[in-house]
């Protein structure tokens, strides 16, 4: 059975930084695709940041560009995401998921962890 654990998260001031972990059981996932998702208040989820099993590639959302990454310890089958220069609007529940596929859509993902909250205040 595929477990996803996360930990991280938390409230920080607007600037600050976090990071969250999402340890992988169950699933050897360098051989799968992980991405990070959030979902505000009364939004969808969206999609954050992903690092595909195919070819290691990363790709962020345009909101997180630049002060968001993501990597993971194959050793440790665990994927991080260190956020940069939080802002306000980055106050979401996050999620990490896994993937047989390539594509960054929530509904590819079959395996979810089960949330961690992020609050950043201005």
């Known amino acids: 059975q595929v477990q996803l654990v996360q930990s991280g998260g938390g409230s920080v001031q607007a600037g600050g930084s976090l990071r969250l972990s999402c340890a992988a059981s169950?699933?050897?996932?360098?051989?799968?695709?992980m991405g990070w998702f959030r979902q505000a208040p009364e939004k969808e989820r969206e999609f954050v940041a992903g690092?595909?099993?195919?070819?290691?590639?990363?790709d962020y959302a345009d909101s997180v560009k630049g002060r968001f990454t993501i990597s993971r310890d194959n050793a440790k089958n665990t994927v991080y995401l260190q956020m940069n220069s939080l802002k306000p609007e980055d106050t979401a529940v996050y999620y990490c998921?896994?993937?047989?596929?390539?594509?960054?859509?929530?509904?590819?993902?079959?395996?979810w962890g089960q949330g961690t909250q992020v609050t950043v205040s201005s």
């Open positions: 690092l595909r099993w195919s070819d290691s590639s990363t």
């Open positions: 169950g699933r050897t996932f360098r051989r799968y695709t």
């Open positions: 998921a896994t993937s047989r596929g390539t594509s960054w859509l929530p509904s590819e993902y079959d395996y």
